[in-house]
């Protein structure tokens, strides 16, 4: 497919970082969200396009069990399909591992990057885990350790940051706790998720500046936003004004929210780029390559791309989906 080369005019904007990491989640947190089963060789072909397309970390699978998530039960078959990226594109393939048991299977194929996975709400943790928050961060202490002794680099997500749809606002200060409890495990880096969409950008900057007070340094925090409410990018220009350096996206903006009533998730990858090229910051990704990969990707999933950047570079109108 040949598309239209559009970009937005390059003008910088002062107090924001040079260089931006791109934490593409398309193939993971997008397609689990995906009710249609997407065949294992589809799923590797699209790793391997968004890696040609310039992410330099493409979250691959989870081993989480079959059953929980049967999108993703075919992961004992996908990573061996794209591990070779990691060497030969010198990309980073983390994979999500929810347990012990999942760790084990991770390791066993050469994973050399992985994230676990806690709440920053009891009510969350229930409904996702059926376990207590301090239940969560107990299972995933000993996952986080053994990964670190083999070298293996690990992520914490840490979910319903800004709001929970049970609990309303959450207050900041029981997310810093959450967090610091993640990084004192032995977490490399975290990234706070917005999962319902509902953070604003002065709360953006109210729960950085608590983090940094408690003592969690900046370039160890990435950031999750999803769009449901129109937010995502007005965050994600405060969290880099603030100094963040690492922001999730799904290409394509795959992956609806299963707690809010929208089909709009993930930030999509796409809408991403559109703004940090405009703003002059690098993130070595060719926007043309990854727009023709999530168009694919959307003919393969029978539907349109819900990324704005998508549809106007591809001329998918809104009346299609
Ligand atoms: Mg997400």
Redesign the pocket.
């Known amino acids: 497919m040949t598309l239209p080369t559009a970009l937005p005019m390059t003008v910088p904007a002062p107090a924001l970082p040079p260089r931006v990491r791109i934490y593409e989640?398309g193939a993971r947190?997008?397609l689990q969200?995906e009710k249609a089963v997407v065949p294992t060789e589809i799923k590797a072909e699209f790793i391997r396009r968004l890696a040609a397309a310039g992410l330099t970390t493409v979250e691959a699978t989870s081993f989480v069990h079959p059953k929980w998530v049967p999108q993703l039960a075919d992961s004992e078959l996908l990573f061996p399909l794209v591990r070779d990226l990691e060497q030969d594109a010198e990309a980073q393939l983390p994979v999500l591992v929810p347990n012990d048991r999942g760790l084990d299977r991770a390791l066993a194929l050469g994973a050399r990057n992985v994230a676990v996975f806690v709440s920053a709400t009891e009510s969350f943790a229930k409904a996702n885990l059926n376990r207590t928050m301090a239940e969560a961060l107990a299972m995933s202490e000993p996952v986080v350790t053994r990964a670190r002794e083999q070298d293996v680099r690990v992520r914490g997500y840490l979910s319903m940051c800004f709001g929970d749809p049970w609990e309303g606002a959450v207050p900041v200060a029981q997310v810093v706790r959450t967090a610091k409890a993640l990084l004192d495990m032995g977490c490399d880096e975290l990234s706070l998720?917005d999962?319902i969409g509902v953070a604003t950008p002065g709360h953006v900057l109210a729960l950085l500046a608590g983090l940094n007070e408690a003592g969690v340094p900046t370039d160890r925090i990435g950031v999750?936003f999803?769009d449901t409410y129109g937010q995502a990018l007005a965050n994600t220009l405060a969290a880099l004004q603030h100094g963040v350096r690492t922001v999730?996206a799904?290409a394509g903006g795959l992956?609806g929210?299963p707690y809010a009533k929208s089909a709009t998730?993930?930030?999509a990858t796409e809408d991403l780029v559109w703004m940090l090229d405009g703003l002059g910051i690098e993130t070595g990704v060719d926007l043309g390559r990854l727009t023709a990969t999530s168009a694919w990707m959307a003919e393969q999933l029978g539907r349109p791309s819900p990324s704005r950047t998508v549809r106007a570079l591809t001329g998918t109108s809104h009346q299609e989906q």
């Open positions: 989640v947190d997008g969200n998720g999962t999750h999803h999730d799904s992956g929210c998730g993930n930030l």
